[in-house]
């Protein structure tokens, strides 16, 4: 199938639109790819960094309130001979753990609610003696951070910190618990005010994989491993342990870069998600930039090429045009411009050398269709063209014309003799002699085998013809030298005058009415008869009309 342009400046101008699209793709491709992956591990290690921030954030929160838990417990502790009731008091006293703490109460051993900061008629509603952070705190004697669950008062996700208080004798007298909402606007506000994008969010998932902050509030407190759909692959590596950025998928199937942390107070660990949309959307603008600008470099170059392609073709065209007038004849070779030093000069004066080539080959050959290839002298083709035109003259010039007609004598028996290739180098001779004993204007040409014939013009008198040819019969008398020694060779001649009234042909025939008159008078000799006046004089006879 033929897919390209059908001309040159057409495949020119696509050539150099492909290959402009070619290097501004590669151009572009060279300079935003690696420019990809800089700015996607640059994206991802602002998210490790952002991580680590909030993450040292959270854990300062939890951090404060368990050293605040921690000093007010050792407050209790130095206080002489504490019974439970001063336990409320000494919570009331301590402002500050309103501010920090949803709530604080204070168990006694045996896990019941003895005083209640938040609600003083609260005291022995409730008991913490089966709950394992409360066990954990006592068995430990340290502080313990719960996991998060809903609070039954606010019904928001909550954690407890708690903290003991130690007698003198080194037992728990009784446990603090501070309660904790997680949405509290200043426990978790700091780190989601810090989100990289719109559509960038955290999550928090304890240690069993419990949503402890998710934006979707649904998710909250439910566990990953037990939510529909599983677990993702980012979220499973987080939870075993991975820190750092990665490009993964999110539950809704979205691209994102995460990144992940874990918090080292409570080992939480911290996720960002940034969607890779909007992470790369001044990469995308920039990308559809280039786009616009590859597709504007390409027809721009496109309309380049084909302006620079018609322009540098123009001399071509010319070319083209200048070659069609030589065929047509319209020109001359001249008009070939082969002075130019560029291609289309080469191509001139190629042009120019066939052109010329092609003119000596018809030179050749016209001179071959008019050469008698043996002797070299003009063949009948040529001599009946030029006796017309010799008789046209002497018409013209009111002066004589001879025609002779000359035949070699015996010339068969010269071949039989001696060989064909003798009786050619008689011929060529012959024909030798008969050029040099003409004048330079009289035309001699050979008809056939033995047969030859000279016009001669300006002949003013047929008195002239006898000594003419005395002379030329003189000049073959001699002996002819060749290979096979010397020959005696004669002609007989037969002779036309015209005073240009007769026609060529008859001419001819008069000549050679003379040459069989003169072969029959002996040979060696010539015959003449007046053309004109035999036409005259022998229209009654009527053989040769004018
Ligand atoms: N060597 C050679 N012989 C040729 C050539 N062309 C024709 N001939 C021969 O020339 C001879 C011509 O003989 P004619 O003119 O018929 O007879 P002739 O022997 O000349 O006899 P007369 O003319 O009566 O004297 C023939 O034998 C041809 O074969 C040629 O080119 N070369």
New binding site residues.
């Given amino acids: 199938m033929h897919i390209l342009p059908r001309t040159l400046k057409a495949r020119i101008a696509l050539l150099v639109s492909v290959l402009a699209l070619a290097s501004a793709l590669l151009a572009s491709l060279a300079v935003l790819y690696p420019m990809e992956r800089q700015m996607r591990a640059l994206v991802g290690e602002q998210q490790v960094a952002l991580l680590a921030s909030a993450a040292a954030a959270l854990d300062q929160q939890v951090s404060d309130r368990r050293v605040l838990l921690r000093a007010i417990a050792e407050d209790a502790a130095r206080v002489p001979g504490l019974r439970s009731a001063g336990l409320q008091p000494l919570l009331e006293q301590h402002a500050v753990l309103r501010d920090e703490f949803d709530n604080v109460v204070v168990f006694d051993r045996a896990g019941s609610v003895i005083a209640n900061l938040a609600n003083r008629r609260g005291v022995g509603d409730t008991t913490a003696a089966n709950t394992r952070t409360f066990r954990e705190t006592v068995d430990t004697r340290e502080g313990v951070i719960s996991p998060p669950f809903r609070s039954p008062l606010s019904g928001k996700p909550s954690i407890v910190l708690t903290e003991p208080v130690i007698g003198a004798n080194g037992d728990v007298m009784f446990v603090l618990g501070g309660a904790l909402s997680l949405v509290n606007a200043r426990f978790m506000g700091q780190f989601l005010a810090a989100r990289p994008g719109p559509s960038a969010y955290f999550y928090l998932i304890d240690q069993r994989g419990t949503i402890i902050y998710h934006p979707d509030a649904s998710r909250v407190l439910h566990n990953v491993w037990r939510e529909p759909g599983g677990v993702t692959e980012v979220t499973r590596r987080a939870l075993s342990g991975f820190e750092g950025w990665t490009e993964g998928v999110t539950k809704e199937g979205r691209s994102a870069l995460i990144a992940a942390t874990h918090l080292r107070r409570t080992g939480w660990t911290l996720t960002v998600v940034y969607p890779v949309a909007e992470a790369f959307a001044p990469l995308r603008q920039g990308e559809s930039a280039a786009r616009m600008s590859t597709a504007a470099v390409t027809l721009l170059a496109t309309a380049a090429g084909f302006y620079l392609a018609s322009v540098f073709l123009r001399p071509l065209g010319r070319l083209h045009r200048r070659v069609d007038m030589l065929v047509a004849g319209t020109a001359d070779i001249d008009v070939l411009d082969s002075v130019r030093s560029d291609e289309v000069g080469s191509l001139s004066r190629a042009f120019f050398a066939l052109s010329q080539q092609r003119r000596e080959a018809e030179h050749r050959l016209a001179l071959l269709s008019r050469t008698d290839t ?1 002797t070299g002298l003009h063949n009948r083709r040529m001599f009946e063209a030029e006796l017309p035109a010799a008789l046209a003259r002497a018409r013209r010039s009111h002066t004589g014309l001879v025609l002779a007609f000359l ?10 003799t001696f ?6 180098q ?2 060529c001779e012959f024909a030798r002699r008969l050029l040099g004993s003409v004048r330079e204007v009289d035309t001699i040409a050979r008809l ?4 030859f014939v000279i016009i001669f013009e300006n002949i003013d008198s047929e008195s002239r013809v006898a000594p003419m040819m005395e002379k030329l019969l003189d000049t073959i008398r001699e002996p002819f030298v060749c290979g096979a020694g010397p020959l005696a060779v004669t002609t ?1 001649v037969g002779v036309a005058f015209s005073a240009g009234k007769i026609s060529a042909d008859n001419l001819l025939k008069v000549a050679d009415e003379a040459l069989y008159g003169a ?1 029959a008078a002996g ?1 060696d000799t010539w015959a003449f008869r007046d053309g004109d006046i035999r036409c005259q004089v022998s229209s009654v006879e009527a053989v040769l009309p004018v």
């Fill in positions: 043996l035949d070699v004598d015996h010339f068969k028996r010269i071949n039989d060989g064909h290739a003798t009786g050619d008689v011929l056939a085998g033995d047969e007989t072969k040979r």
